[in-house]
């Protein structure tokens, strides 16, 4: 039997102002499996984000039910939101001072995980010394520090440039899968949906709804799997030309 994290059933959301009902997301179902990477794709101003927000508790659904089997959850939005006046260590444990679990083994597993990322020599630097690409490394260091099992990542490599972009992109889905964290991807990028999920949900303008569903399946063991391994398959080139095909929103 499956081992669900996370499951949406038939969420719907509608913003109300004085002169009219806005619907943004309507009939909405998908579970996530723990350990699984599932990405959602679609048009631009689709809702999305809003479905981040629901299952993060940040936004109630008009209906529907939301049904999260953890409370540990780490949110990574599309800013680093790292706080200029503390250093990369203390903006990395800063979780962790929130929920009193600021304890010398916690930190000492803050410490090895930035040595992991190729942060350590630079821990005592802030915010402002350090490149885009440290900077998103620096803030997943700090969601993953609270042991998050559901991560949810809001766009977070769109601020970086295209080189910076595939790499920080690839050593975060390495991290992802060789750490077995349940995680919800929103992603305007499709190449980047492809290669770090094991499932892409494809939906709708708005209202959204759920379109298509897709299963990333590649030519390689699964311990041997990485974002930048997957682009360079056959397959990837026939996922993305599919979902690039049911995207089209031209009416073509």
């Known amino acids: 039997m499956m081992e669900y994290v996370c499951e949406l059933k ?5 913003f109300h102002t004085i002169n009219n009902e806005t619907k943004a997301i309507e009939d909405i179902s998908f579970k996530v499996e723990k350990g699984e ?14 479905v981040l927000s629901i299952l993060a508790g ?10 999260v089997n953890t409370s540990n959850i780490g949110f990574m939005f599309q800013k680093d939101q790292l706080y200029e006046w503390r250093s990369i260590l203390k903006n990395c444990i800063l979780g962790l001072e929130i929920q009193h679990k600021d304890t010398e083994e916690n930190v000492n597993k803050v410490l090895k995980m930035l040595k992991k990322y190729g942060l ?9 010394q350090l490149s885009g690409g440290m900077r998103q490394k620096a803030a997943l260091a700090r969601t993953l520090a609270i042991e998050p099992e559901l991560l949810l990542l809001d766009e977070p490599f769109s601020a970086l440039d295209y080189q910076t972009r595939l790499s920080v992109g690839n050593e975060v889905g390495e991290i992802l899968r060789k750490e077995k964290i349940s995680t919800i991807l929103v992603t305007h990028d499709i190449p980047e949906a492809v290669s ?13 709804k759920i379109k298509k569903e897709y299963i990333m399946e590649f030519s390689m063991c699964e311990g041997e799997r990485t974002p930048m391994k997957c ?12 979902i690039w095909r049911d995207l089209d929103v031209s009416g073509k």
């Open 10 to 14: 038939n969420i719907s959301k509608r």
């Open 37 to 50: 990477i599932v990405s959602i794709v679609g048009p631009s101003g689709c809702g999305k984000s809003t």
């Open 58 to 67: 940040l936004e109630k659904p008009s209906g529907g039910e939301v049904v």
């Open 120 to 128: 350590y020599n630079f821990r005592n630097y802030y915010p402002r």
């Open 196 to 208: 770090i999920s094991d499932r892409v949900i494809l939906l709708t303008e708005r209202p959204a």
């Open 231 to 242: 682009r360079n398959t056959t397959e990837f080139g026939g996922y993305f030309r599919e």
